[in-house]
């Protein structure tokens, strides 16, 4: 991977917006990028299946599950090569949870064909063992590298990294999940420990780039996008490792208008995303490489 120039936009129209140091896509007309990989995403949706009523105050008629689908399925219509992926908190928000105890929402994504998704502190809300029963509702992996759970029910049932491969391009996808100490009853997550979050992911992407040959390196992150503090989130992780692409994020309920681009620790570039929460925005990167595997991307955030 030679270069990466990463565009933003603003708008599911595709009204591309230049950025200093990065040219519009249009502006590559010597050699016009040869595949294109469409990554979509969402976060934090805790259990929103329906959309907010046409009363509701901040969000009216807004969201909904069957709204996503035809969104998701218009745009894998254009580009077959698409990814859906999630990045926690998929429980907890409304009755649908407390009936059903999250069976009703890995069914739903599965019928969305979701392709990896990451835990949030929430997912842990009925327990491990609530977690673990709903499992197989699940067809799609979860994915986390900083948690170790190999004292408890979900040893071997998590995996460290999946791997996907579209139209010869090699994209590899792990996950990182927020300390669950202060923020999850210890009843509820057990023995899980908790690892260094920027060490793991190094350690990760190391990984998929050496052994794995990735073209695309995506972490599916709950970690929260920005905080005053010390604690690591999703700008300090970009700035502190190298060789991710993307960051897709969660937790902190951010509202981006468009992807981040920030610098990770060799000074490239890096798109860190989140697109809100409830499912009320469904994010767009369009990732384009050419011949020489040289890499542009232009994303989006569109409005359910």
Known sequence: ?????F??????????????????????TAAKPKKKITILHTNDVHSHIEPFPASHAKYPNLGGVSRRFTLI???????PNTLLLDAGDIFQGTPFF???GGEIEFKLMSKLKYDAATLG???????????????????????NSNYNFKNTALNGKIKNYQVFKKEGIKIGVFGLGIE????????????????????????????????????????LSHLGYHYDSAKIDDLKLASQTKNIDLIIGGHTHTFLPKPTITKNAEDKNVLVNQVGWAGINLGRIDF?????????????TILV
């Open 1 to 5: 991977m030679k270069r990466r120039n």
């Open 7 to 28: 565009i933003q936009t603003t708008t599911a129209a595709g009204i591309l917006t230049g950025v200093a140091g990065f040219p519009l896509l249009s502006s590559f």
């Open 73 to 79: 399925d218009k745009i894998r219509k254009e580009n």
């Open 180 to 219: 669950l100490e202060g923020l999850v009853s210890k009843k509820n997550y057990k023995e899980t420990e908790y690892l260094n979050p920027v060490e793991i992911a190094q350690e990760t992407v190391k990984t998929l780039k050496e052994n794995e040959k990735c073209d695309l390196v995506i972490c």
């Open 288 to 300: 384009y490489f050419d011949e020489e595997n040289n890499i542009s991307a232009e994303g989006a």
């Open 98 to 100: 407390n009936f059903y």
């Open 121 to 143: 502190n929430h997912d842990f809300d009925n327990g491990i063992e609530g977690l673990l029963k709903q499992l197989p509702n699940a067809e799609f992996s979860f994915v």
